[in-house]
């Protein structure tokens, strides 16, 4: 569940930055040969703000781009790659309880074996000592 989310936050993350590319691309001014020679100097304040909003708005494209990459890529990776551990893990555990299950019922097992030999024994020796007081 979670690698697919981000699986889809990525695609959704890749759509948003081409969509600010193809505004950016849309409202880049055209430049013309005399805008060209045109020194940056003498760009008005207004016309400066602009091309640096613009600037500014391509960076944020790149960087969602780059957010979408980790979200498709190397989050939905390593959340496969954690969850393979915790089954790893969770087998290895599922195996020790096993093995301890059967060595607590291998135990108990003896435990009631010797019980029923002391209980012979103790019962052998309350009828030879019953024997002993009649004689």
Known sequence: IYGKFMKERGEIEKEYSKSL??????????????????NLDEESTQDRSFRLLLKETIYQANQHEHLSEVFAKEIPNSLQ???REFKESTNGL???KKKFEEEKNKSDRNLEKVKVKYQRSFFRLGASSNGLCKS
């Open 81 to 83: 790659n954690k969850a």
């Open 94 to 96: 599922v195996r020790d």
């Open 21 to 38: 590319k193809r505004l950016v691309q849309g409202y880049q001014p055209k430049e013309s040969k005399k805008d060209k020679d045109k």
